[in-house]
């Protein structure tokens, strides 16, 4: 789990899968595929 507050950007890398960047960190994390409609388009 990752707080909204700490998420710094959200990208789609395909149809179906995402990643975010936290603040203070170069680690991209996957968000589930269950997950990613809560993230706008």
Request: hydrophobic share 40%; glycine share 2%.
């Given at each position: 789990?990752?707080?909204?507050?700490?998420?710094?950007?959200?990208?789609?890398?395909?149809?179906?899968?995402?990643?975010?960047?936290?603040?203070?960190?170069?680690?991209?994390?996957?968000?589930?595929?269950?997950?990613?409609?809560?993230f706008r388009d």
């Open positions: 789990m990752v707080n909204v507050k700490a998420i710094e950007t959200a990208e789609r890398i395909d149809a179906e899968r995402m990643q975010v960047l936290v603040r203070g960190s170069t680690e991209k994390l996957p968000v589930s595929r269950t997950f990613t409609y809560l």
